[in-house]
């Protein structure tokens, strides 16, 4: 079956560590997503990918980074800067020319920094 | 950015009709969805609407879309227990970048 899988479920980090959050992909999707969710908000984009070895900063991409280096991998780390890293991580695929299917979503990942 | 709103809270009664409003802002958006989002879960797809429609509805689900004003309505028909949910509209732009509203968090009481 195909779909996005985010790895783990539940992360606990001690402040001031860097944390990678894995999403890969089998839907041969070009373009990834990350966002962050807090309680009684949106989705807020951190950084997404329209191709393999490019990436473009969203509306709060300070304090995380991203790769791209293969298409089914998308990564974010959340490094040690980014001031308040506890939320709900989800990260999302969209195929070429699919729009009116929207963006497919992972089951996120809840990190908790300590 | 743009910014999409909706109200944060509906309840509704068993077996009654939900309506779950939304305003956009981005007069060029060509698609805009609903998306069903169950607790510790990421988001569904519920349905979506291009923008040269007016209306679209699918099974229980009935969008409604005005662009004069920039409202966008999702209803329910004969809700259930597990249609309780947050339910989060989001507007597509020309770089194919989603903005979602706050979500609405859908609570079905018996």
């Known amino acids: 079956d195909g779909g996005i899988t985010q790895s783990p479920k539940y992360l606990f980090r001690k402040e001031g560590q860097n944390v990678t959050l894995s999403c890969e992909q089998n839907?041969?999707?070009?373009?990834m997503y990350w966002y962050r969710q807090d309680p009684g908000q949106g989705l807020r984009l951190i950084y997404y990918s329209q191709i393999v070895n490019d990436f473009q900063k969203g509306d709060i991409a300070e304090g995380y980074s991203v790769s791209r280096e293969k298409k089914e991998s998308f990564p974010l780390t959340v490094t040690s800067a980014q001031k308040n890293p506890t939320a709900f991580y989800l990260c999302?695929?969209?195929?070429?020319?699919?729009?009116?299917?929207?963006?497919?979503f992972g089951p996120g990942t809840r990190l908790t920094v300590l | 950015g743009e910014d999409v709103e909706q109200s944060l809270f509906l309840s509704v009664r068993e077996g009654d009709s939900s309506v779950i409003n939304c305003t956009y802002t981005d007069s060029s958006s060509t698609y805009l969805y609903w998306y069903k989002q169950e607790p510790g879960a990421g988001l569904q797809l519920l349905t979506y609407?291009?923008?040269?429609?007016d209306m679209k509805q699918d099974q229980r689900l009935t969008v409604l879309l005005n662009k004069k004003d920039k409202h966008l309505s999702l209803r329910i028909a004969d809700t259930q227990t597990g249609d309780s949910a947050i339910y989060f509209c989001a507007e597509l732009s020309n770089d194919y970048k989603l903005s979602f509203g706050a979500g609405t968090t859908v609570t079905v009481r018996a």
């Open positions: 609407i291009f923008s040269n429609m």
């Open positions: 839907l041969n999707h070009d373009a």
């Open positions: 999302a695929s969209r195929g070429k020319g699919t729009s009116g299917k929207g963006q497919f």
